[in-house]
């Protein structure tokens, strides 16, 4: 059973710039870790789960429109490690950050419906202060 542990979390000033990492362990024995889908959810208090950026098991990406621009989404397959890299900070995007895991999403278009994940990491706080 994989599972995911985030990092990189913290607290900036609005325009600040962060990296969370998300690393996969233990090292995949029954699937290849360049073939899974990685996804990056947030939760602010009091509002619903988001899905923000997702790289599929082709390499393809997706950012909502909200963060495009200022977040990207890449992984290191040797280090089993998903990245996002998010620039251009601002309050609203102050949230508990999840990575999210599938094996089952090649091609990204859209964020994946959220049954599709069969593992989440325990979250990585980023406040962002005006």
């Known amino acids: 059973q994989v599972q995911l542990a985030e990092s990189g979390g913290g607290s900036v000033q609005a325009g600040g710039s962060l990296r969370l990492s998300c690393a996969a362990s233990?090292?995949?024995?029954?699937?290849?870790?360049?073939?899974?889908?990685i996804t990056w959810f947030r939760q602010a208090p009091g509002k619903e789960r988001e899905g923000v950026a997702a790289?599929?098991?082709?390499?393809?990406?997706f950012t909502i429109a909200s963060v495009k621009g200022r977040f990207s989404v890449s992984r290191d397959n040797d280090r089993y490690t998903a990245y996002l890299d998010m620039n251009n900070l601002q309050p609203e995007d102050t949230a508990m950050y999840f990575c999210?895991?599938?094996?089952?999403?090649?091609?990204?278009?859209?964020?994946?419906?959220?049954?599709?994940?069969?593992?989440w990491g325990q979250g990585t706080q980023v406040t962002v202060s005006s």
């Open positions: 790289i599929g098991g082709d390499d393809s990406t």
């Open positions: 233990p090292p995949p024995s029954n699937y290849r870790y360049s073939t899974v889908c």
């Open positions: 999210a895991f599938s094996s089952r999403v090649m091609n990204i278009k859209n964020i994946p419906p959220v049954a599709l994940f069969e593992a």
